[in-house]
């Protein structure tokens, strides 16, 4: 789909939401800026909303599964953008090198959402049955296609699983974002891509002399 068809799909989705649905959700993420997930009350979600407090659970369960539907909208924008901007890239390398650079940027610029995805969420449960956890399977799922693209076309190692490969890029990512996440430090996706590409690439690239036996 291309981007302008996605942004009024996106346009016309929140439109047809309920204006409550809509206040309730923007109240949260504004909370979420000032103070941590754990701090904030339904009672200050809907006086932060201009709603009452029994409009939240017509729409959401509770606090959590309200946290789990906005985390769900952001990562499902999120696959959409990098599904569409991978569109175009030759080559496996460089799509991989767009895609971790696209990681690592939305860590810098967007810390609430950071902070939440990678330390709230995970401690509990109840995520690994969200649908914040089957978006985070989806965008998993593009890493591992692009791996395997690799491998079918000898640009990648085929002695190493690509499950694993895949781990070790996204654990990556998260470990050399996790400290500028947690204490609001600078995260920079230049010099990081950088770094992580130049590490993994010379790792599970296929050397010249194995590509050229592979076509004799």
Sequence with gaps: MPAAAE???KTLKQKSLPPGRVKIVASLKTLL?????????????????GVTEALIYKYFKD??????????EYLEQYRAQITHDLRGINGVF??????IWSHINVYATNRVFAKVLLIEVR??????????????KEYSDIVLK????GVQNKDIRDDISPKLMRYGILGSIEQVCLTGITF??????????????????????????K????EL
Excluded: W
């Design 33 to 49: 800026e000032e103070k941590d997930f754990g701090a904030i009350t339904t009672a200050e979600i809907a006086k932060n909303a």
């Design 63 to 72: 606090k959590r599964d309200l946290l789990h539907q906005i985390l769900s």
């Design 7 to 9: 942004n009024t799909a």
């Design 123 to 136: 401690n509990y449960p109840d995520y690994y049955k969200s649908e914040t956890y089957e978006r985070v």
């Design 211 to 214: 590509i050229a036996d592979s």
């Design 184 to 209: 609001g430090r600078k995260i920079d996706p230049d010099d990081l891509t950088e770094q992580l590409c130049e590490f993994f690439f010379n790792g599970i690239m296929n050397p010249p002399s």
């Design 146 to 149: 692009l791996i395997e693209e």
């Design 94 to 99: 460089n799509k991989l090198r767009k895609l």
